[in-house]
């Protein structure tokens, strides 16, 4: 149940003149936005990679192939279908056309460990997984511990010009692996040339305001991932917020996708929204700053949605001043706080608008931003709400809303408690786990709110701000690491008798991770921190492995044995004598 924004809040009186306060969202699948661009700019490039040009027309053409083989191949309407690659023509391919059948895409960091894999296709129930083929070998053994009965495999040259791809891998720049055919094992591209572009009418079995287009993987309190339902309503609707926001203009913007499709930031605010708003959509693999600073200025890039870490690779990178970036026109900065000197370096260098805005995955992710407009943004704050999306600020223990701060310097106790949101972007709950819906999704005055967990207040003006997060997330890089996940790890060496995890901020990469260990009275000076390092680069994605491991004779905890994270914490900042 979604209930309009009262029109008395006090944030639409710093909407710029060209932004609404509500929108109009259709009820339509996520890939009838493709399918809407591909009739009103089929010869305009939709994605352009590594020097590949991929029109609306054609884009479209190959979700209808894929779409079809999968319907042929088995895949039924609400089946689920993983996705691990990275960006790539193949990946929105794989995407647009697992929903065109009618499918829930999962999709997998191709960083994962093969038991973060298992964990996630376990979970979803998936059958089918579309996956590169450098990285099956790693995960073959763990697929077959899964219900998946069909995986398709592509090389990340496949969607390359023919001399690039052949040079490329003859030269080993296209990492490639060789896969035997056999029952079960399929590649993408003989698929698109097999099956005529003929897809199955599901628009009769697909409710796109109730059923879930996606399932994307987030943390919570007890650290293991949960799936978020986030319906084609929820993603459309997000995508056109945030088009609303930055001012694209469709059918004329370029966007570089360089955030990755996996994760929910980059699929909304690049892949949707850019197909959203009919924009060439500029796609690299990975970051690596000269590449992006070389593809900005040769395609004439005008957003440039990113994290804080990308913009200061950009603004420190030793040939900024050798590329013109002035093209650039603006960018949200998300998935975590946007220091104010990154943000002037980076704007005085392109002449761009970076702003920092907030979301969380339950969101589809974007709640709020800052105006794109230098005079109206405030310094430490996340923003005001996007256009149809309340937001306040609740008491923690009870569900009452809290008056705002007439200071934002200076909150009182009494204006301080958890963020929460509601607006037509908020999920439907989380797969399989009622209990967690409950405690997550709450109805106050009729409305249905979203707890983010994150511990806030907002000024009188509606400008909100995050003080901790209330889940001891750590942002690493902008990637969210649980500390728990981490912590189950450690605890399946059998040498570690207790452990904990937390982040140390550090203003180059957000935060690094740091791991303390008790060990087990037997082990003590016989097992080392790098044999535990090993142990956790064996079971996490990189971004999860901690820097540091010390060992301890106990870590704190309170009587009833809770362990006291924000302790470590403290003790670690005072020592090192950095700022939290």
């Not at 099956?195 to 007890?222: C, F, H, M, R």
């Not at 996007?386 to 909150?411: Q, R, S, V, W």
């Not at 790890?489 to 303390?516: Q, R, S, T, Y």
Request: glycine fraction near 8%; charge should be neutral.
């Amino acid at each position: 149940m979604h209930v309009g924004v009262p029109p008395d809040r006090p944030w639409f009186k710093f909407y710029l003149p060209d932004v609404p306060k509500e929108i109009e969202i259709p009820q339509i699948r996520i890939d009838e936005l493709l399918k809407e661009a591909a009739k009103e700019f089929p010869d305009k490039v939709a994605i352009h990679f590594l020097g590949k040009d991929i029109t609306y027309r054609e884009l479209d053409e190959l979700v209808d192939r894929f779409a079809t083989a999968l319907a042929d191949l088995g895949v039924k309407p609400k089946d689920r279908v993983a996705i691990m690659l990275p960006n790539c023509p193949q990946f929105a391919i794989a995407y647009y056309g697992a929903l065109r059948a009618g499918a829930t895409v999962t999709t997998l960091n191709p960083l994962y460990s093969p038991r973060e894999v298992e964990f996630q296709l376990n979970d979803s129930g998936a059958e089918t997984i579309v996956i590169l083929d450098v990285l099956y070998g790693r995960v073959k053994d763990t697929i077959e511990k899964t219900k998946v009965k069909r995986i398709i495999v592509t090389n990340l040259g496949d969607f390359l010009p023919t001399a690039k791809r052949v040079l490329g891998k003859f030269f080993k720049k296209i990492p490639t692996a060789k896969i035997e055919p056999k029952e079960g094992i399929y590649f993408m591209l003989d698929l698109l040339k097999k099956y005529a572009p003929n897809p199955p009418d599901v628009s009769g079995q697909i409710n796109p305001k109730e059923d879930a287009a996606v399932l994307l993987y987030t943390g919570g309190t007890t650290g293991l991932p949960k799936g978020a339902m986030l319906t084609h309503y929820n993603m459309v609707a997000n995508a056109l917020q945030c088009n609303a926001w930055i001012g694209g203009k469709k059918g004329v913007e370029t966007v570089l996708a360089v955030l990755p499709w996996y994760h929910s930031y980059g699929q909304t605010v690049t892949l949707n929204g850019g197909v959203a708003m009919s924009a060439k959509i500029v796609v690299l693999p990975r970051f690596d700053a000269e590449e992006v600073m070389k593809e900005i200025e040769k395609h004439q890039v005008t957003l440039f949605p990113a994290v804080a870490t990308i913009y200061n690779a950009i603004n420190n990178h030793p040939k900024v001043t050798k590329y013109n970036l002035k093209s650039l026109k603006a960018g949200i900065s998300g998935a975590g706080p946007l220091p104010k000197a990154i943000q002037e370096t980076f704007e005085k260098l392109t002449g761009a608008i970076i702003c920092e805005g907030y979301g969380l995955t339950e969101a589809s992710p974007v709640t709020h931003c800052n105006p794109l407009d230098p005079k109206l943004r405030k310094v430490g704050s996340i923003g005001v709400p996007f256009p149809n999306t309340d937001a306040g600020i609740m008491h923690l223990e009870k569900p009452e809303f809290l008056p705002p701060a007439e200071d934002p310097n200076n909150p009182k106790d009494e204006n301080i408690g958890e963020l929460v949101v509601s607006g037509p972007q908020v999920m439907k709950g989380y797969w399989n786990r009622p209990e967690e819906t409950k405690e997550t999704l709450i109805e106050v005055d009729g409305k249905i709110w979203l707890r983010t967990g994150d511990i806030g207040y907002m000024d009188k003006d509606g400008y909100f701000y995050v003080l901790d997060r209330k889940k001891e997330l750590i942002k690493y890089k902008g990637w969210s690491v649980y500390p728990r996940e981490i912590e189950e790890v450690l605890f399946k060496h059998p040498a570690v008798k207790d452990a904990a995890v937390i982040g140390v901020p550090d203003p180059a990469v957000g935060e690094w991770i740091k791991a303390f260990v008790v060990l087990k009275e037997e082990y003590k000076g016989k097992v080392t921190t790098e044999e535990l390092l090993e142990h956790c680069k064996k079971n996490l994605a990189p971004y999860k492995v901690p820097k540091e491991i010390e060992i301890r004779d106990e870590l704190p905890r309170t009587i009833v044995g809770k362990l006291l994270r924000r302790v470590l914490r403290e003790e670690e900042i005072k020592k090192r004598g950095i700022a939290a």
